[in-house]
């Protein structure tokens, strides 16, 4: 089946730097990459969608200049939190929909990244 | 209405019972909807997907869907150990990819 990989799956930084997380779809290409963020007990909140070769869509309330999103191949999506505050320290997952293309139906997700920002 | 919502629990069923979860959805949500498990900090795997109304099987797991009440279920049969998890229930809404439910943590007791 669909392998999403994602990288690395725990960070630990000082508050004010900026941490990227790599998403990687193995065996497949992928048009469309979905990042989302889990907090303590909470649900996943979907935070943005990534498009090849195009701006990603932030859903609201999520600032776009503050969680940078950059598609730039068929198989990889990074998300990079820049300044970094406690309040950002998250687990964020990337998926990816397993025809690789816009259509939403079922979604493989990478491990996760914790990212716990001090 | 919060587009899909579950029970948060937690749910405890002895090791063998039938593990029965529930969620329920908002007319925003479209009529497919899939069944993760969530295992503490881990990402969410695929368990269940249906998309018509009545029930699917695969082994030890039933997914029931009831369009007219906009509600659907995961019945686990001969609960294990190894089924204690969070089980996240999702839809689709509109353009927007899956809508997560809160997750319902079912804990299988030995």
């Known amino acids: 089946g669909a392998v999403v990989s994602q990288h690395p799956s725990r960070v630990i930084c000082k508050s004010g730097t900026s941490v990227k997380i790599e998403c990687r779809s193995l065996d497949f290409q992928a048009t469309t990459m979905f990042w989302y963020r889990q907090f303590p007990k909470q649900s996943l909140m979907l935070m943005a969608t990534?498009?090849?070769?195009?701006?990603?869509?932030?859903e609201q309330g999520v600032e776009k200049d503050k969680f940078l999103i950059n598609h730039a191949s068929l198989t990889l999506s990074t998300l990079t939190v820049t300044s970094a505050h406690p309040e950002d320290s998250s687990f964020y997952i990337c998926s990816a929909p397993e025809g690789g293309g816009s259509g939403a139906n079922v979604l493989t997700f990478g491990a996760g990244s914790r990212l716990t920002v001090l | 209405q919060k587009e899909v919502e579950q029970n948060s629990g937690p749910l405890s069923v002895p090791e063998g019972a039938i593990a029965s979860l529930n969620c329920t959805y908002s007319d925003r949500v479209s009529q497919s909807f899939f069944w993760y498990r969530q295992y503490s900090g881990k990402s969410p795997e695929l368990i269940m997907s249906?998309?018509?109304?009545g029930d699917k099987e695969d082994g030890r797991f039933t997914a029931q869907l009831n369009k007219a009440s906009q509600y659907v279920s995961l019945l686990i049969r001969d609960s294990q150990p190894s089924d204690s998890a969070t089980y996240l229930c999702?839809?689709?809404?509109?353009?927007?990819?899956?809508?997560f439910g809160k997750g319902t943590r079912l804990s299988v007791i030995a």
């Open positions: 249906i998309y018509s109304n």
């Open positions: 990534s498009n090849e070769g195009s701006k990603a869509t932030y």
């Open positions: 999702a839809g689709i809404s509109g353009n927007t990819p899956l809508v």
